[in-house]
């Protein structure tokens, strides 16, 4: 290969976009956050991915209630995950804001499907829509993500 060509592969290579619910669980896996949260990857498409965070006792406030934050982890991460369906599994995004609207107690295992609305040069934009195991919504939660540049 030519310079130019090795170029442009080793920039697909490391730009692959996220394709498969086993991809997106290999990156959770190698995320050291995910030992604690247990997040599971349920399918993946083009611009969406679905994801389950299953409901352990230490993530219970009293009352019997999931703690929000766990709710808004999930859509974080989840969002996340569904932009690398269209930047690429290594694009270095981060977090910018999260906009999020509780509607309804959660009291068991979350199921969480992140859309992306806009994927732009500096910015990603997405939501969130958690529900509970019977499929009330109990949360949205809007996402906004910064491309870093690349420090190669």
């Not at 697909?12 to 996220?18: F, G, R």
């Not at 030992?35 to 299953?54: D, I, K, N, Y």
């Not at 199921?111 to 992306?116: H, L, V």
Request: hydrophobic share 40%; net charge negative; with cysteine.
């Amino acid at each position: 290969m030519q310079g130019a060509e090795m170029g442009k592969a080793g920039q697909d290579q490391v730009l692959a976009k996220l394709r498969t619910k086993e991809e997106a669980q290999a990156v959770l896996d190698a995320s050291p956050f995910n030992r604690m949260w247990g997040f599971e990857a349920l399918s993946v498409m083009p611009g969406e991915v679905h994801t389950r965070l299953r409901a352990r006792p230490e993530f219970y406030r009293p009352g019997e209630i999931i703690q929000g934050g766990c709710i808004l982890t999930l859509a974080d991460v989840s969002v996340w995950l569904a932009a690398m369906t269209e930047v690429g599994r290594d694009a270095p995004i981060v977090t910018l804001d999260i906009k999020n609207t509780f509607l309804k107690p959660a009291r068991s295992d979350v199921y969480c499907r992140a859309s992306i609305i806009s994927s732009g040069r500096k910015l990603v934009y997405g939501e969130a829509e958690i529900s509970d195991e019977s499929e009330r919504v109990i949360a949205h939660s809007v996402v906004t993500y910064f491309r870093l540049e690349r420090e190669d």
